[in-house]
């Protein structure tokens, strides 16, 4: 079985965000799937899909703490500034973090550990809205 | 053809480990796969799986050197600080490397590059056994 | 449907560069697809392939700039240097950015964003000509 859809997520603030529910909310085909993966792709630039802990809120918060300050904005030679300085470093950590997620799907459920979720990560200070395409493939 | 099954790891030091072999000898599935793809997915947050080079095991004692200086465990704006300093930075690296990856299967062969193998990251000083969920999907 | 091919990139100097067209141009079955995948692992250990901003050049010039600041090719801890000090570096972003990217396929083509390309990072001085591997599995 295929199964493709666009999900649109709200504009969220700059930092991280446990997006699994809302992702498995729209797919209602996964429940279908014994065996499969699911594809996930941002169709952004500079936000970013990530797994990583579920449970504490500190953890996203620390994850954004450490990469602003490994991409600071302000970086003399950066060439890319007209659309403001959170802008380029929003691209470099999008490239680190990467924008597309394949996951394993078993018995109709996303196979993840106990302690993974899926994060999204908006690296912009006002992203707005933003859209990724998932895709499933498997076996009823 | 579909097939899936977890792995199971034994635990490993601190620092990066080629896993090619383990793998591969795991999924007896994979020698009547004629072209596919293979998806491995650790079930953890505090690891990582990447691919790199598969011959001097100077360059895994680097790719630690490096990441461990990139990502220390004291700073002190992090709050994720109760299991101990290794643990915000095994978060941190699990995302920078990523937890899952999709390998190509070419005539009942992962089908690397011959300097290419599998690495587990192992980023937290005693993180015990790790498991993984192995997906093949392919054409016989 | 599946379909596999190797992909052959001539030489290209370090940085990173746009290769989108050069990878569409070279998989006519793309066409055929109207619901799938399609995956692209690099054969190497020293390059990467991203998605990133496919308008301005600068972001990919910043992007460089970052990337040679953030891993220098003299770090005094570094033993795999018989390469030359542009080789660990390469291993090490290699594995950021990583080596293989999976795409959504829709409607007979790569369900980018509007500003979404594919990169492909050189990260050596002469790195020559580099290949990939492009697997796409879909439903006609």
Avoid: K
């Amino acid at each position: 079985m295929w199964s493709q859809q666009r999900i649109q997520l709200p504009a969220m603030e700059r930092g991280f965000h446990l997006i699994t529910d809302r992702v498995v909310e729209a797919l209602p085909d996964l429940a279908r799937c014994r065996v499969g993966m699911l594809h996930l792709q941002l169709l952004h630039t500079s936000a970013s899909l990530t797994l990583n802990e579920n449970a504490d809120p500190d953890v996203r918060h620390d994850m954004d703490a450490f990469l602003r300050r490994l991409v600071p904005g302000d970086l003399p030679y950066f060439r890319h500034t007209l659309e403001g300085p959170d802008d380029m470093p929003a691209h470099v950590i999008a490239s680190l973090l990467g924008t597309q997620l394949t996951l394993a799907v078993h018995d109709g459920r996303l196979a993840l550990g106990t302690w993974q979720g899926i994060w999204l990560g908006e690296h912009r200070n006002h992203g707005g809205p933003r859209r990724l395409i998932a895709t499933l493939n498997g076996e009823e």
